[in-house]
C-alpha cells in the first residue's frame, strides 16, 4: 500500500507527530483530576473541528448558512477550562472550543443550530449564528473588527464598581470578565481596554497571522502591554490552567 497523498497542512502534522513519538519526552506529573480535564479538553477540541466539517457539509447541501470555522483556535477551551462559568465571556466567532467547554458536547447542538438558522438556537433564535448562552455567562456578539472588547471593558468595570458600591450584580465579586478576538483587530480594540482604569480583563488575543485587518507580525502583544501602574499576567498556548491556578491571579486582581 503506498503512502497516501496529504496536503501541506496535513503532512506537516503527521510529520509533528512522528517526531514526538520519537522525541525523549519526560511527562510531568498530573494534578489530581487532570487526566480526566485532559481527556475533556481533547473532547470539546474533537468536537469544535467536527463542527467546522459539519458547516461545510451543510453548506454543500444548501441546508447550512455560515461556515466561518474554530480550526486552529481549539485552545481557546483551555482558556475556557482556567475560568468559571460564572465569568461573563465575550467570544471572537472562532472561540468554539471555548464554547464547547463551558457547554459540554450538547453545546454541538447549539452550534450546528445557528448554522442552520433553526429557531432553536439559544440565543440568538436563528437570526444569525454566535455564540451565547445565558446560563453559561456568554455574552453574544458579532464583531469581526473586536468592537466587543470595549463591551467587555466596560462589563469587567461594572464588576468592580458593583462591589464596592455594594449593589446587586449578575457576577460575582470577583468575576474576571474574558475577551476573545483576532489579533488583527488589537490596533482599533485594545487601546480602551488599556485606558480604562479600575477594572479586570482576561484578553484572549486569537493568532491569526493573516487576518481580515492586517498581517500580524508580533505587534499585537505591544499594543497590548499594560500602561505603568496596573497589573498583568501572560500565558501562552502551552499553558494549561485550572480554576484552581487562576485562582491567585483572581485574588490579585480584586484584592
Wanted: aromatic share 6%; hydrophobic share 40%; charged share 15%.
Amino acid at each position: 500500500m503506498g503512502t497516501p497523498e496529504r496536503s501541506a497542512l496535513e503532512a506537516q502534522l503527521v510529520d509533528s507527530l512522528r517526531a514526538l513519538a520519537t522525541a525523549s519526552i519526560v511527562p510531568a506529573p498530573l494534578a489530581t483530576g487532570g487526566l480526566a480535564a485532559l481527556e475533556r479538553l481533547f473532547d470539546v477540541q474533537v468536537a469544535s473541528r467536527h463542527c467546522d466539517q459539519a458547516a461545510r457539509w451543510l453548506r454543500g447541501q444548501g441546508k447550512g448558512y455560515y461556515t466561518i470555522g474554530s480550526s486552529g483556535h481549539e485552545s481557546n477551551a483551555a482558556v475556557a477550562m482556567g475560568l468559571r462559568t460564572s465569568d461573563p465571556a465575550l467570544l471572537h466567532y472562532r472561540s468554539g472550543g471555548f464554547y464547547l467547554a463551558r457547554a459540554g458536547l450538547g453545546g454541538v447542538h447549539d452550534i450546528l443550530a445557528g448554522m442552520v438558522a433553526a429557531t432553536a438556537e439559544p440565543i440568538a433564535g436563528g437570526r444569525h449564528k454566535v455564540f451565547g448562552r445565558h446560563d453559561l455567562a456568554v455574552i453574544p456578539q458579532t464583531s469581526t473588527i473586536a468592537s466587543h472588547l470595549p463591551r467587555a471593558v466596560g462589563v469587567a468595570f461594572a464588576i468592580g464598581r458593583a462591589a464596592r458600591l455594594r449593589v446587586e450584580s449578575p457576577w460575582p465579586t470577583d468575576a474576571l470578565a474574558v475577551c476573545s478576538f483576532g489579533d488583527a483587530s488589537a490596533n482599533h480594540a485594545l487601546p480602551p481596554a488599556r485606558s480604562t482604569p479600575h477594572c479586570t480583563v482576561r484578553i484572549n488575543a486569537c493568532r491569526c497571522r493573516c487576518c481580515s485587518s492586517a498581517r500580524t507580525t508580533g505587534w499585537a502583544s505591544a499594543c497590548a502591554r499594560p500602561p505603568a501602574g496596573s497589573r498583568a499576567r501572560t500565558a501562552t498556548g502551552r499553558t494549561f490552567a485550572t480554576p484552581a491556578s487562576t485562582a491567585p491571579t483572581r485574588r490579585r486582581c480584586w484584592r
